[in-house]
């Protein structure tokens, strides 16, 4: 896009949520969750149906919304706040400073867990507001609160105004107030800490879904046989062993109740560009993080898989004076392509797009980005290390355990992931070429197992156990 004059350039409205599966919002089509603010919001503009996260992790997939890194790449492994690893480091060629040198004027609402040695300042937020404050005052209004359920989630009887999306809502339409009065174009990034475990929706949200409603995930019932150990050790740790869906019905109705909850957040917050003439010339995305088990496989959280219970997100976009209505896009498309696509939505200068590409083109629907699959890793957190990396295509979804069983699902047949064919003599072939190809990504990132040399021959010459 070609540079245009300061006060003509979008203004930007980021909003991430914490843990949102990507078939948990109405417009996904999958399930009857309502989530009419979103689902508007697709309409007016581009649905990503096939968008994914690098690494199912918090932190180090926000570094990668900042870098277009892939965090292994650097060394971002995990998040901060457990065994301590490299964290992205500032640079001028991230797009978040390329605005503020552009005149940007740019805020971050919520909570900060990219580095400990660097604050958003350094990656170019000339304003930060973690809420802290805000929560607090909300908490001593309601105290001694018990939550007899724990990680299985509570209904909550905080009044939604002063719950923590709510109170995060309000914070975003006061600085939109005060970037309009300063006269500068903005970028307002949100960070929500929901629907992240365990979600304690306020009424009327608490109540909206009834645990009898709720369809199973297509992951449900997974029997884990064939796959890796620490699948079924997942379960032992969360002490899972035996839990029916009837008792992940409530469960999954309360995240429903969340994320109906963050649905509304965001609809006040839309409302208030609506009102002060703001659409029109506003970027609006919205994503998560990662995904969320949610009872998937029979496991809660995130951790040892990398099903599209994790690695899918929602990705919508909206900017009415470019990106046509009711867009659906079916590219792969990851968290790495947002700061290209920002350079090139406010015509920036000087951004390096890391490991991920421009969206625009696709954005104004007129060719497909030539990327039939998505790359993804993790690295194993609360209960242990454990590195896995994955490539996800339109039909199969490969995942290389580096110490234990590979995994092989047809997902054009098995949405659930929960057949594991990585034996099959038959589909030895197909492996050989998703492994090459997972090969080919994680060289070019710079991926530190492949790139120190140990581990190239289980992807290029087969030498794993489960494929003989």
Known sequence: MMSAPLQDRPNILMIVADQ?????????????????????LAAGGAFFEQATTPIPVCGPARQAMLSGLAPDSYGGLWNLDFLDCPALQPSERFATAALQRAGYACSLIGKWNVSKTHSPADFGFEHHDDLKQDFAEAAARYPGLAWPNGWFGDPSPVALGDSRTHLAAHAVCRRMDHCQADGRPWL????????????????????????????????????????????????????????????????????????????????????????RGLTQNTVVIYTSDHGDLCGGHGMLDKHYVLYDDVIRVPLIIRYPALIPSGLRVGDFVSHLDLGATLADLCGLEAVDPGHGQSLLPLLRGQRQSGRDSAVCSANGQQFGLYAQRCLRTADWLYVWNLTDV????????????????????ELQKTVAGLRRRLYETLDARRDPFVRAGWLRDQLLAGRKLDSL
Request: glycine share 6%.
């Open 20 to 40: 949102q599966r990507w078939d948990a919002v109405g417009a996904a089509g999958r399930f009857a969750i309502r989530t009419p603010n979103l689902d508007a």
């Open 188 to 275: 307002i990034r949100v960070d929500f800490q929901d629907p992240h475990l365990p979600c304690r929706p306020s009424e009327p949200f608490a109540s909206l879904f009834r645990p009898e409603d709720v369809e199973p995930w297509d992951s449900c019932g997974d029997t884990l046989a064939g796959k890796p150990y620490i699948q079924r050790q997942q379960r032992v740790n969360w002490q899972l062993e035996g839990r029916n869906w009837p008792e992940w019905a409530r469960t999954v109705a309360l995240y429903y109740g969340m994320v109906a909850q963050i649905d509304d957040a965001v609809g006040q917050m839309l409302r208030h560009l609506g009102e």
């Open 406 to 425: 590979d995994e092989l699902y047809h997902v054009a047949s098995d949405p659930g992931q929960l057949t594991n064919r990585i034996r099959e003599p």
